[in-house]
T-cell receptor, first 111, second 114 residues
């Protein structure tokens, strides 16, 4: 069974903190990796794609370790508005471009 | 910024009834998808659609489900005879252009089957 696993949390952090989320995926042939953000009862919104070399977008840094089948997301200087569920998402099958979602990690940033 | 839109935002139906969920993908996108999310659970893939045919479908997408692109803008999901367990949030997504791999999701239709 093709799976994406995440720690569900919640992670409760103060404003300004640095927080890291991890994710593992089961299919070593997976090609594309993403972090999405989902607010309560809303649609998933693409936060960033994850590249083998690692990539950064402002306060967000994503890393991919293909050998360990592991993806991470680091958020620096957390804001109240970062409170959401962060979804690790993998395209395990490029033929149909189907996305496999993890269960999400909930982040609560407190004042 | 272009967005995927979906209608209705909430649909309530009786078990056994047919429902059609509608989506307007981003205009220059060529690949379309339906996903669902049962309350409190993971987002699950249903079907992908390209060049007027299904590219891939999951085990969930059985004979009760069908998709159609009836014109140049709409993409629909039909459930022929709804069951209680079809109650979920249904998300449409699209991708294409330069960011082929990046799927953009609509706001969803909440389907409640009574």
């Amino acid at each position: 069974r093709k799976e994406v696993e995440q720690d569900p949390g919640p992670f409760n952090v103060p404003e300004g903190a640095t927080v890291a989320f991890n994710c593992t995926y089961s299919n070593s042939a997976s090609q594309s990796f993403f972090w999405y953000r989902q607010d309560c009862r809303k649609e998933p919104k693409l936060l960033m794609s994850v590249y083998s070399s690692g990539n950064e977008d402002g306060r967000f840094t994503a890393q991919l370790n293909r050998a360990s089948q592991y993806i991470s997301l680091l958020i620096r200087d957390s804001k109240l508005s970062d409170s959401a569920t962060y979804l690790c998402v993998v395209n395990m099958d490029n033929a149909g471009n189907m996305l496999t979602f993890g269960g999400g990690t909930r982040l609560m940033v407190k004042p | 910024e272009p967005e995927v839109t979906q209608t209705p935002s909430h649909q309530v139906t009786q078990m056994g009834q047919e429902v059609i969920l509608r989506c307007v993908p981003i205009s220059n996108h060529l690949y379309f998808y339906w996903y669902r999310q049962i309350l409190g659970q993971k987002v699950e893939f249903l079907v992908s659609f390209y060049n007027n045919e299904i590219s891939e479908k999951s085990e969930i997408f059985d004979d009760q489900f069908s998709v159609e692109r009836p014109d140049g803008s709409n993409f629909t999901l039909k459930i022929r005879s709804t069951k209680l367990e079809d109650s979920a949030m249904y998300f449409c997504a699209s991708t294409g252009g330069r960011s082929y791999n990046e799927q953009f999701f609509g706001p969803g239709t909440r389907l409640t089957v009574l």
